[in-house]
């Protein structure tokens, strides 16, 4: 047999009789022979709130990087790290559908699905039934809650740690919810459509009406009444201004500019993954991004408040 060959075969059986290894041990158990408890989380935001709540006494890893959660394909790496995590946290087959076939080979104890209740979470302005929950701020602050508690059961050592730093949490994002909402009202007399209907949940908590083209004829319909509505009472015809909004997903494309022009909207691409933001940013980070993004086209809107 070739050198070659033996190293494989070796490679193969370390990676077989670690996989083995924890997998049949409970979370409080791995923690104890491989030292802080480790926790996978499906997509950045997540992995962001998740971070907040496991701060020195947990790891937290992304699982879905630059990809769509929606269509993703766990390569043999995501397969490990998924069976060596001590806790999973993911959206649930509504957002991740293809990664459920993975994630039903995963103990129930050992992972969290976000929207297993969802009656926990605030829809007001939203679609009801759209699962980009983390757009909201308060809706992040539950989820910190549910990854807090499933954190404390898993490692009962630092169970306050987790849970204290959840309410720390929580508390930040009352407050980053007031400020969001406060810089949005300010529009929501304003035409705002979008390619996605996941940015109702960043809009609507501040009373902002969104139209949306995606999904069904009734969506693309009321998108253009609602631009045709108030695109009557313009007003301001200045260089530079615009009768509304459309915000795409990011990166920004041709195809959606042409759509905003035709709308005779502005148009801005929102990241509401936080694919391009640095590896290091947090959840604030993410938000604040997105409403400074929003911004550089909402600010371009007229004033016609008196």
Partial sequence: MSEIALRLITALTIVATSVFA????????QIEKQGALKVV???GPLAMIAREVAGDDATVQQLIRNGDPHHFAPKVSDRLNLEAAQLVVWMGPPMESVLARQMALVPAERQLVLLADETAYEYEGAEPTDPHLWLRPRNAAVM???????LASADPDNAVHYRQRARDF????SNLQKVQDRALWAYKDAPIVTTHQAYSHFFGAAGVEVESLAGSADHQHGARTLVQKRRKSEGDQSEGAVAGCLFGEAPANDRDRQT???LNLGYQALDPLGV?????AGYRDLMEKLLADARLCLARIPDRSE
Avoid: D, F, V
Wanted: neutral net charge.
């Fill in 22 to 29: 924890t997998g049949g041990c409970s979370p409080q158990e």
């Fill in 41 to 43: 989380a499906s997509i």
């Fill in 144 to 150: 910190a809650a549910m990854i807090a508690t499933r």
């Fill in 170 to 173: 929580s508390r930040a994002m």
């Fill in 260 to 262: 905003a022009a035709n």
């Fill in 276 to 280: 391009y933001l640095p590896e290091s």
